[in-house]
């Protein structure tokens, strides 16, 4: 469903991200793990254009979403049209915050319901589709009972159930995380994770930039770990922690055991 | 002149201040806005046009800009602003819309830069989240950033309005005849000073009602935190 072909990134003198390359089928959970500095946000941008790789394919479906030598000539509404097939949840939220919860879920979708041709006709009901998605979504992420209240009325938790409420407003083919839980107390990342656990049973197609191991572990069904701005080591969750012949990864888990 | 005479004559000229406050803040606050896009934009001589035209007019005081305006055609070009057909000879006309082309084109350079730190002050992540989920760019503005960037300038533009408000009195130099220059009127052919005293309380009443209004505004879009 997607595949990811050499991609290349830098930030003026720094390469970030030096020929990744992977695939993923649809309905598949891919976890991306990997100390700060990685490139593991980086890709994810790079997923959501937000970014725009130097060098590299994105393939979706069959369709060449980006190719970098034709990059030139991609205007803004076309990066526009190939972001509908990727949804993000940053680390930070992103609410907008001068709309409560249910217009925050709303707004894309109503903006974009604008542009399409019968939309003058069906004003009514396509607003009411949109609106009832919103509810079901709502009520999906525990959330219902906060419809009206406004983000600085919420817990980060609730922010963050929120945003993947509005990212899947969207439907997208490929949900994205950016360290989803990153910017929580830790008594909050459980109701964010078990929510994302529970998109895996209607089948979304998801990649998890995310530092929660057993999370990883429990949700994945593929494993990418990137150093450097390359993938080290890749395979299923079994396969990547139980991998003993690369030292990075090895150092890498044995950092996340650390007490102080 | 009695108490009440004196009260309608400055109410008259009070009239002039307050129609010159007005209109310049409603092209100003608009104008100040296409200024802010000139400045932020990313065709670079449009950016420096912009940036550089603002830097002249809020470093060279009104009062110049004023005179500039009123004075500069009939000097260089030999066509008064007072003949201009527009005005159909009315030279109070002339002198107001001169004044006023000048209040405008200050003001709007004040507040584009207002506008612009406010823009510049919401945070990357309100722009990629719009465009992830694939709004336009003019949609994210009005929709998403521009109620934040108002309520986060509303303060300074509070500001700046209640400075325009005392900054019409300038007008009376080029002959525009606001409070203080009914005010002076009587000052000269009555012999009373107290009236250009009085004139204070008149500004003072309007600025309040401008204060109380902003208080409530700010007050309006305190529901949201940005």
Redesign the interface.
């Known amino acids: 469903m997607l595949e990811v072909k050499n991609i290349y990134k830098s930030f003026g003198n720094t390469e970030v991200l030096k020929g990744i390359n992977f695939t993923l089928n649809k309905g598949e959970v891919l976890a991306i793990i990997g100390s700060s500095g990685s490139g593991k946000t980086t890709l994810l941008r790079c997923l959501?254009?937000?970014e725009l790789p130097d060098k590299g394919e994105i393939i979706h479906n069959g369709e060449k979403l980006f190719d970098a030598q034709n990059n030139k000539k991609i205007t803004?509404?076309q990066i526009?049209?190939k972001?509908?097939h990727?949804?993000?949840v940053?680390q930070?939220f992103?609410?907008?915050?001068?709309y409560n919860v249910f217009d925050n879920i709303c707004?894309?979708p109503k903006?974009?319901a604008k542009q399409s041709p019968d939309y003058n006709r069906d004003k009514v009901l396509i607003n009411e589709k949109i609106e009832k998605k919103a509810n079901e979504l709502l009520a999906r992420v525990g959330l219902t009972e906060k419809k009206n209240a406004?983000?600085?009325e919420l817990s980060g938790g609730q922010q963050q159930r929120v945003a993947i409420a509005?990212?899947l407003a969207?439907n997208p083919d490929i949900l994205c995380f950016d360290e989803p839980t990153s910017a929580l107390d830790p008594e909050l990342t459980g109701e964010v994770l078990r929510v994302i656990k529970g998109l895996k049973s209607f089948n979304s197609t998801m990649i998890v930039v995310t530092h929660e191991m057993d999370f990883a572990k429990s949700v994945a069904d593929k494993i990418i770990f990137m150093a450097d701005g390359i993938i080290e080591v890749e395979g299923t969750p079994t396969e990547v922690f139980g991998c003993t012949n690369n030292e990075k990864i090895k150092a890498f888990l044995s950092n996340q055991l650390i007490d102080i | 002149m009695t108490f009440w005479q004196v009260t309608l004559q400055l109410l008259e000229g009070f009239k002039v201040t307050i129609l010159l406050f007005i209109m310049t803040l409603v092209s100003a606050l608009p104008l100040g806005l296409i200024f802010a896009f000139g400045s932020r934009a990313k065709f670079k001589p449009l950016s420096y046009l912009t940036r550089g035209f603002v830097y002249v007019v809020r470093g060279t005081p009104l009062l110049l800009q004023l005179m500039i305006v009123i004075y500069l055609p009939g000097i260089a070009f030999s066509a008064p602003i007072t003949k201009w057909a527009v005005f159909g000879g009315n030279v109070s006309y002339a002198l107001f819309f001169g004044a006023l082309f000048a209040f405008v084109i200050n003001y709007a350079c004040y507040f584009s830069e207002i506008y612009r730190g406010g823009i510049d002050s919401i945070?990357r992540?309100?722009y990629?989240?719009?465009?992830?989920?694939?709004?336009?760019?003019k949609?994210t503005f009005f929709?998403?950033i521009l109620?934040?960037v108002i309520?986060r300038i509303l303060a300074p533009v509070g500001n700046e309005t209640i400075t325009l408000v005392k900054d019409t009195a300038l007008v009376r130099v080029v002959a525009v005849a606001e409070i203080l220059f009914f005010a002076n009127e009587i000052l000269s052919l009555k012999m009373m000073i107290w009236p250009l005293f009085y004139t204070g309380v008149f500004y003072l009443i309007f600025n309040s009602i401008l204060t109380w209004l902003f208080n409530k505004f700010e007050k309006k879009l305190n529901?949201?935190?940005?």
């Open positions: 959501n254009f937000l803004d509404e526009r049209q972001r509908l990727f949804g993000l940053f930070n992103n609410l907008f915050p001068q707004l894309a903006m974009l406004y983000s600085c509005r990212a969207q | 945070s992540g309100q990629e989240a719009c465009a992830v989920l694939g709004m336009t760019k949609q929709k998403v109620l934040q309520k529901y949201f935190w940005s």
